[in-house]
């Protein structure tokens, strides 16, 4: 192909964060990070389910309860699974803990350009009437200085999150959106 112009280095160690409002007491939270290795390292991690707390540093506990009649294995672009997540934060001095169970499905897309995508709808949480979003994992062409091609991975998160009962939306919003850095740049690991 014909070389591009340089581009900026794209490995840069900030995440994105932007979160909008979709109702007095719901939020749309996302982020997004470029890294320097394969989609499949990434893919990896991220389809570790029963692994992903070593991962991640807010998670406790991650663990799959079900395997959603899905006829493949985690990673393969088509699994689904049934998964029990338990996070816990300290705020104020306190410790904060919520779990959510949800329904995880795989794609991956080869072509026009790489695709991975992992979505997660809440089935069922004490703590959320609402968490589901996507982990997506793109493979972009980057071309250097000497005009040589290499590839980064982006990989980019989105939750919508609608807390239950009493517990106001702007708290939540809060900690997920410090949250959302850590948790990005700990896959980046």
């Given at each position: 192909g014909i070389p591009r112009a340089p581009t900026a280095d794209p490995f840069r160690d900030t995440v994105s964060v932007q979160i909008e409002r979709t109702s007095p007491n719901s939020r749309r939270i996302m982020g997004d990070i470029c890294i320097p290795v394969p989609p499949?390292?990434?893919?990896?991690?991220?389809?570790?389910?029963?692994?992903?707390a070593v991962h991640v540093p807010n998670l406790v506990e991650s663990r799959r309860v079900g395997n959603l009649n899905s006829r493949g294995y985690p990673g393969d672009g088509s699994y689904r699974c049934r998964l029990h997540q338990r996070g816990s934060q300290k705020i104020i001095g306190f410790e904060f803990g919520a779990s959510v169970t949800m329904d995880m499905q795989e794609k991956i897309r080869l072509s026009p350009t790489e695709e991975r995508r992992i979505t997660f709808k809440c089935v069922d949480s004490q703590f959320f009437t609402e968490f589901d979003g996507e982990w997506?994992?793109?493979?972009?062409?980057?071309?250097?200085?000497?005009?040589?091609?290499?590839?980064?991975?982006?990989?980019?998160?989105?939750?919508?999150v609608r807390p239950k009962g009493p517990v106001p939306?702007?708290?939540l919003e809060w900690r997920i959106k410090e949250d959302v850095p850590s948790n990005l740049k700990a896959v980046k690991k």
């Open positions: 499949e390292d990434v893919w990896s991690i991220l389809t570790d389910y029963d692994n992903l997506l994992v793109t493979s972009t062409p980057n071309y250097g200085l000497g005009g040589e091609e290499s590839s980064y991975t982006t990989v980019k998160y989105v939750v919508d939306v702007a708290a």
